[in-house]
């Protein structure tokens, strides 16, 4: 399908659409880009897409063209609604601009997943190129969601490309964290594309990358996610210590937590994998329980 609006630049000048730190934004101009982005989920023509940030509708214009059944799109400013409704008259309406903060709202109720079967949708995809300011916040949102399979069937975002990797590191590298394991413990991700940083307006100081993420099913699912969490942030809060030593306080005997979990004292956050990670949340439980 082709682009029945005029080009990005044409329209960031109508509406004097200058990208504002405070809403963390930098507008991706090159249709061909966001295209390219666009595809990675697959087939989204049964599919409602979910979008944060949308700005002046870059990204949002290219769903649209890619055939997605469609796309409901948060945008916390005022400044972009106007450019946002010229896209949704433009596509027949299968645009939805709802204004607010992401990390607020019910994505479930908004995008009416309970009437999927009378609107003809299958899936719901979230598809973004996250604001740099609430990115990280947002991706642990969707990745902590007590009910697991979780409302949607894949995460296709845009991340500054450090995050990005940390988000897919491996353990025994230095990118590999809570982010990490977080992401792995019940999906799998990939770097899906790097983008430059002269791909955006205004270009910003280190280069992008989008991650693809299909939750599955969990290592564990006996973990207890609360636990997992707490595990893991208190173990990476002092990622240069022992373990013996950044996990410390976390209950009265902690040499005896990691070695009932089948680690050494001596090792260090970013050597645990995930697994490791999951059975060390475990022995934990247990021990709060009086279990162990």
């Not at 697959?42 to 509708?57: F, I, N, Q, R, T």
């Not at 450090?162 to 590191?169: G, N």
């Amino acid at each position: 399908m082709n682009d029945p609006l005029p080009p990005l630049r044409e329209v960031i000048r109508e509406y004097d659409l200058r990208a504002k730190k405070s809403f963390g934004q930098n507008f991706l101009l090159d249709l061909n880009l966001t295209r390219r982005i666009a595809r990675i989920p697959g087939d989204l023509s049964k599919a409602v897409v979910y979008e944060v940030g949308p700005g002046p509708g870059g990204l949002t214009r290219a769903l649209l063209m890619e055939d997605a059944g469609r796309v409901l799109s948060v945008e916390m400013d005022k400044r972009c609604l106007p450019a946002l409704a010229d896209v949704s008259t433009a596509f027949g309406d299968r645009l939805t601009v709802v204004e607010g903060d992401a990390l607020q709202i019910n994505e479930p109720e908004v995008l009416g997943l309970s009437d999927t079967q009378s609107s003809g949708v299958t899936e719901a995809h979230i598809v973004s190129n996250l604001p740099y300011n609430v990115g990280t916040q947002l991706l642990i949102k969707w990745l902590t969601l007590a009910d697991w399979k979780p409302w949607y069937t894949s995460l296709t975002l845009m991340f500054q490309r450090e995050v990005a990797e940390r988000i897919v590191a491996k353990p025994g590298t230095k990118a590999y964290g809570r982010l990490s394991v977080l992401a792995q413990w019940r999906g799998q991700v990939k770097i899906a594309m790097k983008v430059p940083a002269a791909a955006f307006t205004p270009p910003p100081k280190v280069e992008s990358a989008v991650i693809h993420y299909r939750p599955s099913e969990p290592i564990d699912a006996d973990v207890k996610l609360g636990d997992l969490e707490k595990v893991v942030e208190k173990a990476f809060m002092q990622r240069r210590k022992m373990l013996r030593a950044s996990l410390k306080g976390l209950v009265p005997d902690t040499i005896s937590l990691i070695e009932a979990a089948g680690l050494e004292p001596t090792q260090r956050a970013e050597t645990v994998s995930v697994e490791q990670f999951v059975r060390l949340a475990k022995v934990y439980r247990r021990t709060l329980d009086g279990t162990a």
